[in-house]
């Protein structure tokens, strides 16, 4: 039966795909990708403090997969927002900031369940939209060119269908005797089938992006979430959404997996490189305020302002470098010497560390 964009593709066949795929070219491209995971699992490492990771990467990581779908904001205004009070913040970067933490409370409930369940994909989904997301119940959803409107893609339809697909995907993400490929395989193939099966009426892509990294830190491959695997997707856009309908149009799998794991190792490499630069620049922050505010100086408190792009008073605090007066003063001189930058938000205010936000903006 020839797919029929204009029909929901009902006739969507369950995993493990009837296809070649571990071919020679993709089993090559497999080695140099956990190499790269590998070497970027070293190079986290040479973080002390894993937060800082974990919070500058996985932002990053947010802003660019919520722009793939066309949910813009800029950096300085998703660390401002990170950093001090989202009561104020636009809905863009509500939205963007709702994908980390959908990210982190996800990785969290797996690391307790080791299981990928639909319970889970629908708690991502509705933290992501800050909704009461569900599964898709009513026919109409249909995946339209943001070009021309031409429909492209018809789901399948039905509640009951659609979480018979998820049952089949969460089988095979979660029981390797029902298929033994390699989990950076089995990463790229599920990627499709949630795309593919399409459960909610918003989110599917983010929700599937989300997963893709969850997976491979559930498989040991990422010590921590921290893989930018969205920054290559939006440079390469067009491959993305060509190759996901050359599978369903033509069951073309080895170019999709392969675009996939080139793109795990193209980022890790640049997550690596961008691993560096943090470390560099905190090695050199650190000899600034030793030299020109030794009474203040400590590890602590320089590892505090990379934890996030902005800081304020409270974050100093909280961890007992200083108390509330002093802690003003501190983030003050901090200022003078030319490590911070204050700005008013709302109605506190934030100490912006400018070398690191000019590190983590640049594409």
């Known amino acids: 039966m020839s797919f029929n964009p204009q029909k929901p593709y009902n006739e969507l066949p369950l ?3 009837k ?5 020679r070219t993709i089993l090559k491209q497999v080695i140099k990708s ?26 990053q990581e947010a802003k660019d997969s919520s722009e793939i779908e066309n949910v813009f904001t800029t950096s300085d205004n998703l660390f401002r927002a990170f950093s001090a009070s989202m009561k104020n913040t636009d809905p863009a970067t509500k939205e963007v900031l709702s994908y980390r933490e959908a990210l982190w409370a996800a990785h969290t409930e797996l690391q307790e369940t080791k299981k990928f369940t639909t319970a889970l994909f629908i708690k991502i989904a509705q933290q992501l939209k800050e909704s009461d997301t569900a599964i898709r119940n009513e026919p109409g959803t249909k995946v339209q060119s943001r070009k021309t409107g ?51 009426f918003d989110g599917n892509g983010r929700t599937g992006r989300i997963i893709n990294v969850l997976y491979l830190a559930s498989k040991g491959l ?33 170019s999709w997996v392969l675009y996939m794991l080139q793109g795990v190792e193209e980022t890790a490499l640049q997550t690596i490189d961008r691993i560096v630069e943090i470390r560099q620049l905190m090695d050199v922050t650190c000899e600034k305020v030793k030299q020109e505010l030794p009474v203040i100086y400590s590890k602590e408190l320089v590892e505090t302002l990379f934890e ?3 800081t304020k008073i409270e974050s100093l605090v909280s961890k007992d470098i200083a108390v509330r007066q002093t802690a003003s003063k501190y983030l003050k001189d901090l200022e003078e010497i030319g490590v911070l930058k204050s700005q008013k938000c709302g109605k ?13 903006s640049k594409q």
């Open 15 to 17: 995993l493990p795909p």
């Open 19 to 23: 296809a070649e795929i571990e071919s």
């Open 34 to 59: 956990r190499a790269a995971l590998a070497e970027l699992n070293g190079k986290a490492l040479i973080i002390p403090n894993q937060d800082i990771l974990i919070n500058n990467i996985t932002l």
């Open 150 to 200: 031409e429909v492209v893609y018809t789901p399948p339809d039905g509640e009951h269908l659609i979480r018979e697909k998820l049952k089949n995907l969460e089988t095979f993400l979660n029981d390797e005797a029902f298929c033994d490929f390699d989990p950076l395989v089995k990463m790229a193939i599920a990627h499709y089938q949630f795309e593919a099966i399409h459960p909610f």
């Open 222 to 254: 990422l010590d921590l979430p921290v893989l930018y695997l969205s920054s290559y997707i939006i440079r390469k856009k067009a491959a993305y959404y060509l190759l996901l309908r050359g599978i369903t149009e033509k069951n073309d799998w080895e």
């Open 308 to 310: 996030k792009p902005y």
């Open 348 to 360: 506190e205010t934030v100490y912006l560390n400018t070398e690191l936000v000019k590190l983590l």
